[in-house]
């Protein structure tokens, strides 16, 4: 089956870093995405990766391994408006995307 | 604002009730879809519609049923739901296009309480 793994829940300091991980496996592979989601509002769009490597926007990084089913994000200098989930999801063969349960993001000052 | 709106944000209704939700996007996307959002459960796609086509339907019980009058807006009309239904109805659209993948722009959902 088709699945996808993210940790639930992780917390992190104001100014620091944290790195979300995300394994997926799925039937073909077309990308990976990354979504950010404040309580109560739309997912919006972070980032996407279909080749192996580290894409950077600002202070968010996305990096991908597709020959070990990987992907993670990056999130440096974090601030308090970065508390939000944060979905992983993997498009497959048919362009379907898969979506990971996602990571709760809680930043402490 | 992403450009895709819903309404209402908020729907209690009773299991005999028949509502409807309301989706509208104005980016101009040609492809439309309703998720299902649940608590610490991945996102569950349940239709797809493509220049005002159904082209997806994940064995979503009948109680749900779509409607896409044109590829601007969204209806998903409900009756005798179950209060396992509960949950953040998200409708979502993009720009398809052959053999390339575009995001997906969401709207903030409705917020479905069943009784």
């Known amino acids: 089956g088709q699945n996808i793994d993210q940790p639930t829940e992780m917390t992190a300091t104001e100014g620091a870093i944290v790195q979300i991980n995300c394994t997926y496996q799925t039937s073909g592979f077309n990308g990976l995405f990354w979504y950010q989601q404040h309580a109560g509002e739309a997912p919006t769009f972070l980032s996407y990766?279909?080749l192996d490597g580290l894409e950077e926007k600002g202070r968010f990084s996305s990096f991908l391994s597709r020959s070990k089913g990987y992907s993670y994000l990056l999130l440096k200098e974090l601030q308090m408006k970065d508390s939000a989930s944060y979905l992983c999801?993997?498009?497959?063969?048919?362009?379907?995307?898969?979506w990971g349960a996602g990571t709760k993001l809680i930043i402490k000052p | 604002e992403t450009g895709v709106t819903q309404t209402p944000r908020h729907l209690v209704m009773g299991m005999t009730n028949k509502k409807s939700l309301k989706c509208e996007q104005h980016l101009g996307h040609n492809a439309m879809y309703w998720y299902k959002q649940s608590a610490k459960k991945p996102l569950e796609l349940m239709f797809v519609?493509?220049?005002?086509?159904?082209?997806e339907n994940n064995s979503v019980p009948s109680r749900f049923s779509p409607e896409c009058p044109n590829s601007s807006h969204l209806f998903l009309h409900l009756h005798t739901l179950q209060p396992e239904d509960s949950a953040l109805y998200l409708c979502a659209s993009s720009q398809e296009g052959l053999g390339d993948y575009n995001e997906q722009f969401f709207g903030p959902g409705t917020r479905l309480t069943v009784l």
């Open positions: 999801a993997a498009l497959d063969s048919n362009y379907q995307l898969i």
């Open positions: 519609y493509n220049f005002k086509e159904q082209t």
């Open positions: 990766n279909v």
